[in-house]
Nanobody, 116 residues
């Protein structure tokens, strides 16, 4: 059983920065594709950024140039550096692990609130 634990969320003013972490249990992290998603109240969950097991990254247009996804396979952890935060970035942020057999695990989420 894989467990994903997000941390690093909080409340910041517009223009501020936060760094989210997603720590994974087990030893399969290095084999998995990882992703950050977010869900704002009344909206569907959306992909924010993804990183393959080889380190290739993909960022949503709305966060390009402001957010950066990375991973440390020695620490079984994925990160999301968020700079120049905007009120519209306010959401619960979730991490997802996708195994080679396409099975997904989700974390419990961490709240990010950006005030204007």
């Amino acid at each position: 059983q894989v467990r994903l634990v997000e941390s690093g969320g909080g409340s910041v003013q517009a223009g501020g920065s936060l760094r989210l972490s997603c720590a994974a249990s087990g030893s399969i992290f290095r084999l998995a594709a990882m992703g950050w998603y977010r869900q704002a109240p009344g909206k569907q969950r959306e992909l924010v950024a993804a990183i393959s097991r080889g380190g290739s990254t993909n960022h949503a247009t709305s966060v390009k140039g402001r957010f950066t996804v990375s991973r440390d396979n020695t620490e079984n952890t994925m990160y999301l550096q968020m700079n120049s935060l905007k009120p519209e970035d306010t959401a619960v942020y979730y991490c997802k692990m996708t195994l080679p057999n396409n099975y997904d695990y989700w974390g419990q989420g961490t709240q990010v609130t950006v005030s204007s």
